[in-house]
């Protein structure tokens, strides 16, 4: 997995000399991407995962046992 985008950048392909429009979240190539120079526009490396969430329900009470007969 390549370098994440976190900001929006514009800027022409190093080979086709078109101009391109990245969005935050994308991985451009490595041509491109050595072309993107600051480092505010990319993810951190190593991104904190985010914590499970907690359980939102309580376990159910076991079920009451047949009375004897």
């Known amino acids: 997995m390549g370098a994440r985008l976190a900001a929006a950048v ?3 392909h190093p080979v086709t000399h078109e ?6 979240g994308d991985e451009p190539e490595p041509e491109v991407a050595a072309l993107i ?3 505010e526009a ?4 190593d991104p904190e995962p985010e914590p499970a ?5 309580k ?7 047949p009375a004897a007969q």
């Open 10 to 12: 514009h800027l022409d």
């Open 19 to 24: 101009r391109i429009h990245l969005q935050p």
């Open 37 to 39: 120079t600051n480092p």
């Open 42 to 45: 990319w993810l951190p490396d």
């Open 53 to 57: 969430p907690a359980a939102k329900r």
């Open 59 to 65: 376990p159910k009470p076991p079920a009451p046992e």
